[in-house]
C-alpha cells in the first residue's frame, strides 16, 4: 500500500512535458559523451531511462519524498 501511494501521480501536463525534453537532451548528450567516454554515456543513458520513466508516469522522485520547489 506504502508503495502505490509513493508512485501516485503527482505532475500535471507540464511537469511531464519538462521530464520529457529534458529525456530528449540527455539522450542527445548520451549520444555526444558516446564519443569521449562509454562510462558518462551509458550514466547519461540511464538518466534519459529514469527521466523518461517520470514523464510517462507522471511521477516525480523528489515530490515523492516531499520535497517541493516554490515558484
Known sequence: MLMKTFFARNLETEGRVARGITAMSFGVAALVSLLFSRRLSLLLFA???????????????????GIRTKV
Open 47 to 65: 538518466a534519459v531511462l529514469f527521466t523518461l520513466f517520470e514523464a510517462l508516469l507522471g511521477w516525480c522522485v523528489l515530490r515523492a519524498c
